[in-house]
């Protein structure tokens, strides 16, 4: 069961830089329902301006787009950033476990969000996992799809990424230095990046995931969802992906083999998964690229 979406200004985090708070300030919260679960959207833009979804990675919420949404809201679209079920503000949908259970949530806010012209999906990582299992269900639900580091291919590297328990510590400080490791290991290529932001943003987020058994990413379940998808499909990796390391043109081949209306690749010099955050600018003007072909 549905129901209306209800509207508010949104809710920003107080760690976000004076410049960048002021340029998000003016977006809306909304929260969509369905069977009594609630799913919070941050949307941006006008409601008429075609549709951009941002789905963020795990143990995320829409603050790993942060540098991301206003320069795509500047380009003249409107930008829906939901916080997934189980991450974020949004709610742990009874029995939910993993991927395979977001997609009925997603479809059913978007449309009570109820996009005025055609939709185009970006995931990042987990998110990019969601998408594609999104469309290969709801495939009228947006016309592309653009992947973003996106695991779930069965190509992964044979080491797993070296990432560490933090929730045992009993310090912030020593918490702190866990999510400085996990950063680095995982997600930014450059020390440089982890700057107090990226570190905050993540610290933030990962004490917000209630969906921490998740285990389908290292599958390949999105190669198995591709076939499905109708939508047009490209695709953006950092160049020193943790999850993909000195396998990028593997990952390229099998996408370009496995979907049916293959786009665009590019590859982000010097990022790292993290890429959206890492490399921004460039990030962003490929994935203009992407969307203006689509």
Request: net charge negative.
């Amino acid at each position: 069961m549905t129901s209306r979406p209800i509207f508010s200004p949104v809710e920003l985090p107080d760690f976000l830089p004076p410049a960048l708070s002021a340029a998000l300030s003016r977006g809306q919260r909304c929260v969509t329902a369905l069977d009594g679960v609630q799913l919070v959207w941050h949307s941006w833009g006008q409601p008429e301006s075609p549709t951009l979804v941002l789905l963020h990675g795990g143990s995320g919420s829409w603050t790993h787009w942060v540098r991301n949404i206003t320069p795509l809201q500047a380009a003249g679209w409107r930008v829906l950033v939901p916080d997934l079920p189980g991450f974020g503000d949004s709610d742990l949908p009874p029995g939910c476990s993993d991927v395979p259970d977001l997609p009925a949530h997603l479809h059913a806010g978007l449309q009570q969000l109820a996009p005025q012209g055609p939709v185009q999906i970006v995931g990042f990582s987990f998110g990019g996992m969601t998408g594609a299992l999104w469309l290969a269900e709801y495939p009228e639900d947006a016309r592309a799809l653009v992947l973003v580091g996106a695991p779930g291919l069965g190509l992964t590297v044979p080491e797993r990424v070296p990432l560490k328990g933090w929730r045992h510590l009993p310090s912030a400080e020593a918490q702190d230095a866990v999510h400085r490791h996990n950063l680095m290991a995982l997600m930014l290529k450059h020390p440089e990046s982890l700057d107090a932001l990226a570190l905050d943003v993540h610290r933030a987020n990962v004490q917000r995931d209630r969906m921490p058994r998740r285990r389908l990413s290292s599958t390949p379940i999105v190669a198995e969802a591709l076939p499905r998808v109708q939508a047009r499909v490209s695709a953006i990796y950092g160049e020193h992906d943790a999850l993909y390391t000195y396998r990028l043109p593997e990952v390229r081949e099998a996408l370009a083999r496995l979907v049916p209306n293959w786009g665009q690749w590019h590859t982000v010099p010097e990022a790292g998964h993290w890429v959206i955050y890492e490399a921004a600018a460039a990030f962003n003007a490929a994935l203009l690229q992407v969307l203006g072909e689509a």
